[in-house]
Nanobody, 119 residues
Framework: QVQLVESGGGLVQAGGSLRLSCAAS????????MGWFRQAPGKEREFVAS????????YYADSVKGRFTISRDNAKNTMYLQMNSLKPEDTAVYYC????????????WGQGTQVTVSS
C-alpha cells in the first residue's frame, strides 16, 4: 500500500494562491493514478482533480478548471495542487488519494489539509 501526507494548506484571502503537496511513501508512487478531493463543512466529499501515472494527462472538476493545476514529480514521490484565484467557496479540507484497485476507486487517502479562503 501507499501512505500519503498532505501539506500546504492555510488561510488566504480571496484571489490569492496556495500550493498543496502530497508526499507518498511505501509502494512505487508512479504506479498510481492520483487525485485531489475536498470536503466542505456540511457537504459531501467531491472530486477536484486527477492525474495519470506519468503526469501526461490531468482532469478537473468544472468548478476549478482554469484556476487549479495538478502535477506530480515521480522522482520525488510527490503530487501538487497549485490553486490560484481562490474563492471563499474553495474553503474545505483537501485530501489526496491514490486510485486502487480499480479505475475510479480510491482506497488510499491522506489525513487532509485545511484550506480557508476569506472574503
Amino acid at each position: 500500500q501507499v501512505q500519503l501526507v498532505e501539506s500546504g494548506g492555510g488561510l488566504v484571502q480571496a484571489g490569492g494562491s496556495l500550493r498543496l503537496s502530497c508526499a507518498a511513501s511505501g509502494r512505487t508512487f508512479s504506479r498510481y493514478v492520483m487525485g485531489w478531493f475536498r470536503q466542505a463543512p456540511g457537504k459531501e466529499r467531491e472530486f477536484v482533480a486527477s492525474i495519470t501515472r506519468s503526469g501526461g494527462s490531468a482532469y478537473y472538476a468544472d468548478s476549478v478548471k482554469g484556476r487549479f493545476t495538478i502535477s506530480r514529480d515521480n522522482a520525488k514521490n510527490t503530487m501538487y495542487l497549485q490553486m490560484n484565484s481562490l474563492k471563499p467557496e474553495d474553503t474545505a479540507v483537501y485530501y489526496c488519494a491514490a486510485e486502487w484497485p480499480s479505475p475510479g476507486r480510491y482506497d488510499f487517502w491522506g489525513q487532509g489539509t485545511q484550506v480557508t479562503v476569506s472574503s
